[in-house]
């Protein structure tokens, strides 16, 4: 059961490249969400989705984007990386019911030059 | 908006002693609660969750937490600490199940 999968587990990226993180669920959650995790500030919420074709910007969403074309894969793009963006980033998914819990990936460092 | 406080960034305690984690939220109604625990390099893991169905919940590991309205917190607690609690901890709140509002985190620390 594989659950939540992240990819890369981790990436080095230099100011300025783009890439993708990639996320997939097994699950079929309909709920999926983006956070980084930084030293001090816990997890904020980059972007989240409620469905397939439909998603959200969360308290963080400058300089990534996001799209969710299958129940699937949600994958999170940073357009221009910076190095502020250097983290440790985390898909999860849940049912959507407001009292179910979220499912965690493993997570991808992201390190940024 | 929601917001979470976790007490303490760091706790240290002594094997076998007690373990007191605390969270306080802000909510205008009663939220989900969580706690989550974050072993090094891996993802957050459900320990346990607040649902309005009792006050006092329990979870894996021997860890429980307690819901009380009138103090709006809902803190970790775990009589005995192993060596294996060492990890961090976050409590998180929902109130519509798509935006968690996470606290801080506390890295626990288990003093053999």
């Known amino acids: 059961n594989a659950g939540v999968t992240q990819t890369p587990k981790f990436q080095v990226l230099k100011t300025g490249q783009s890439m993708t993180l990639q996320c997939a669920q097994d699950?079929?959650?309909?709920?999926m969400s983006w956070y980084r995790q930084d030293p001090g500030m816990g997890l904020r919420l980059i972007h989240y989705?409620?469905?397939?074709?439909?998603?959200d910007q969360g308290e963080v969403p400058n300089g990534y984007n996001v799209s969710r074309s299958t129940t699937e894969d949600f994958p999170l793009r940073l357009l221009s990386a910076a190095p502020s963006q250097t983290s440790v980033y985390f898909c999860?998914?849940?049912?959507?019911?407001?009292?179910?819990?979220?499912?965690f990936g493993n997570g991808t460092r992201l390190t940024v030059t | 908006a929601q917001s979470v406080t976790q007490l303490g960034s760091h706790v240290s305690v002594s094997e076998g002693a007690l373990v007191l984690l605390r969270c306080n939220y802000s909510?205008?109604?009663?939220?989900?609660l969580f706690w989550y625990v974050q072993y090094p390099n891996q993802g957050l893991q459900l320990l346990l969750k607040?649902?309005?169905?009792?006050?006092l919940v329990k979870g894996i590991n021997g860890f429980e937490a307690e819901f009380k309205k009138s103090e709006t917190s809902f803190h970790l607690t775990k009589p005995s600490a192993h060596m294996s609690d060492a990890a961090e901890y976050f409590c998180?709140?929902?109130?519509?199940?798509?935006?968690?509002?996470f606290g801080t985190g506390t890295s626990l620390t288990v003093i053999p």
């Open positions: 999860a998914s849940s049912p959507p019911t407001p009292s179910s819990p979220l499912h």
């Open positions: 699950m079929n959650h309909e709920y």
């Open positions: 989705s409620v469905g397939a074709g439909i998603t």
């Open positions: 909510s205008s109604v009663p939220p989900y």
């Open positions: 607040y649902t309005s169905a009792a006050t």
């Open positions: 998180a709140v929902s109130l519509t199940g798509n935006q968690f509002y």
